[in-house]
């Protein structure tokens, strides 16, 4: 099992050169097809009936600014990929809207490269809700990138949060490629409290189900007494990691579906590439 092609998210934020930059290596390094792929977003203006026609042209405006745009990603993205001499390589300007975009087009790729939106960047709180929905409804798996930082490997030390549920099986199973080119694996499991459940037997069963799979895994089961989003980063920067993989998890909220906490922990705080898969 590898990769056989990758879907990179293309924009005109400052992440998106280091976005683009790992996903030719990691493209290079599988010796996949990469798609670059640069949704328009789409314009959400009230109907305001006594100014229609100023509205309109105003509107006429915006949506030519939002194609020059992502025509201008996509340009950047064809030239990087010429620099480095992919061979297998595309280029999407997709006129519709971001989340939905990328989940349509994930749909014919093995996995999605996207950022850690950038909290002090203008567009913040709506650039973290096309993320949250991209991974709660993505049917691939999500490889976020930390805004704050560039990397020199990528998945060479990977770290995987373990709890036995059928997101974790879903990430860990998504992560397999980058998985058996790692020199170390760690599978890492929380108790916060006397009378969670015992998983050691459970991971040692994984544990050999990796070597089956031709990874070679290090199991851990500890006790914290912090949430598992600050246990995990914690342990990241001790192992000096640069590879998390864990599950989105989500629950309902009335008639929507959210993140649920440790995830969004993880989010906000992340460190490190992290692989996610709801």
């Known amino acids: 099992m590898s990769y056989r092609s990758l879907l990179v998210h293309l924009d005109q934020t400052p992440q998106c050169s280091e976005r683009s930059r790992q996903a030719i290596a990691l493209a290079q390094r599988m010796q996949c097809h990469l798609v670059g792929l640069a949704p328009t977003g789409l314009l959400n203006f009230p109907a305001v009936p006594e100014a229609s026609g100023a509205l309109a042209e105003f509107n006429s405006m915006a949506w030519e600014m939002l194609q ?3 025509g201008q990603a996509a340009e950047r993205f064809r030239a990087g990929c ?3 001499g992919m061979r297998s390589c595309e280029v999407i300007v997709d006129a519709a809207d971001t989340a939905s975009s990328l989940v349509r087009h994930a749909h014919c790729s093995d996995l999605l ?8 960047k203008p567009g ?14 993505s049917a691939r798996p999500t490889l976020l990138l930390p ?4 990397f020199h490997t990528l998945g060479q030390r990977a770290l995987v949060a373990w709890d036995d549920s059928r997101e974790a099986a879903r990430a860990l199973n998504d992560a397999l490629p980058l998985l058996r080119q790692a020199q ?3 599978l890492l499991s929380w108790r916060e409290g006397l009378e969670d459940e015992d998983l050691r037997p459970r991971l040692a069963a994984l544990q050999q189900w990796l070597a089956w799979q031709g990874v070679a895994a290090e199991a851990r089961e500890e006790r914290s007494e912090i949430g598992v989003a600050e246990a995990l980063l914690s342990r990241a920067a001790d192992q000096d990691a640069d590879l998390i993989v864990m599950g989105a998890y989500g629950h309902s909220r009335w008639t929507e579906l959210v993140l649920g906490g440790a ?5 906000d705080a992340m460190t490190v590439p992290v692989l996610m898969s709801h």
């Open 82 to 84: 010429a620099v480095a």
């Open 263 to 267: 995830t969004r922990g993880l989010l």
């Open 68 to 70: 020059e745009q992502a």
């Open 147 to 150: 805004y704050a930082a560039s």
């Open 124 to 137: 913040h709180s709506q650039a973290r809700a096309v993320l949250e929905q991209v991974l709660l409804h």
């Open 184 to 186: 170390s694996v760690q």
């Open 113 to 120: 490269l996207m950022s850690q939106p950038d909290p002090d």
